[in-house]
């Protein structure tokens, strides 16, 4: 059988992903003509439809659907190989696209921008702040290379290394501090008192889990979307909220009367890098782990 066309196949990753022909022929920088034909050119060349098509509406076939996984690793390797050419097999250099989650990416932008420029000089460093389900998205279609993400969590097909250990402390307005139980007991409070990161953030699960506030009905159902919002929350003297200490170390808690306390049972949420099964940048993934582990408030790598 004749080898696909790559293009042929990053065509059809691309419709997958935008599902709409014309979008999808846009972001290829293609006619919408030359993506169709391509798409019929991978059902004739495999014998099979990809595609179950009615006027203009189209669903994906399961062959469809599973040639579109496969496609995403085969043009993953062969964007990896093409890296290689083009820094003539030096795994120090070339284009490195990491991602990071929002209650993580302020407080290590600039580090991690200081240590790949001082130790890496010629990796192309392009950084990008978003969900952990959009980069873990991101990174199995290969538009990302590496993430940093909050841990434990599940991610199937890929690697996982810890670089560090973060502390979660209790925040509360100094006038409230008196109120609070002694010795700590969570269940104590009034109900509806702390507040939590919306559930798209995962360090909402990570504080909920390793605090033991589980089904709690002292979880308010204000939800905030930062954790410069979960500040102001506590700064309202309305209840309580859970902070990592890698934000309190960059001062998130400067500009409000609050005291924060070290959660009970010293409480914490792993930070780690993930990447992609079967990488060949292994080796540049566990350096960059070495120079941004002694970024976090407990380092778990040594230099």
């Given at each position: ?60 076939t ?106 979660f402390?209790?925040?509360a ?14 269940s ?72 924060s ?5 010293k ?11 079967g ?25």
């Open positions: 059988m004749k080898w696909p066309n790559l293009k042929h196949l990053h065509y059809l990753v691309t419709l997958h992903q935008v599902q709409h022909f014309n979008k999808a022929a846009q972001q290829c920088h293609v006619s919408q003509s030359t993506l169709s034909t391509a798409i019929q050119n991978l059902e004739e060349q495999f014998g099979c439809q990809l595609l179950e098509r009615d006027h203009k509406t189209f669903v994906f399961s062959f469809g659907l599973e040639l579109v996984e496969r496609s995403r690793h085969l043009l993953n390797d062969a964007n990896e190989l093409i890296d290689f050419a083009q820094t003539a097999g030096n795994w120090q250099a070339g284009k490195l696209k990491l991602g990071v989650i929002p209650t993580i990416a302020p407080f290590i932008f600039e580090g991690v921008l200081n240590q790949v420029s001082q130790n890496l000089p010629q990796i192309q460093l392009q950084l990008q702040e978003d969900t952990t389900e959009n980069l873990l998205r991101q990174l199995s279609d290969g538009s990302l290379d590496l993430l940093v993400l909050a841990l434990p969590m599940d991610t199937p097909g890929c690697k996982q290394l810890v670089i560090g250990h973060d502390p402390h209790l925040i307005h100094s006038d409230l501090v008196g109120t609070l139980p002694q010795p700590m007991d969570f104590a409070l009034p109900k509806e008192s702390v507040f939590l990161l919306q559930k798209e953030h995962c360090m909402t699960g990570h504080a909920v889990s390793a605090c033991g506030l589980q089904h709690s009905e002292q979880v308010s159902s204000l939800a905030a979307s930062s954790l410069y919002t979960l500040v102001q929350l506590a700064n309202s003297k309305l209840g309580f909220t859970f902070m990592p200490e890698l934000a309190i170390k960059h001062n998130i808690l400067n500009t409000a009367p609050l005291v306390m070290p959660a009970e049972d409480a914490y949420r792993e930070i780690g890098l993930v990447w992609r099964t990488t060949t940048r292994v080796r540049l993934f566990r350096l960059l782990g070495e120079l941004l582990s002694p970024l976090m408030p407990i380092p778990t790598l040594e230099k």
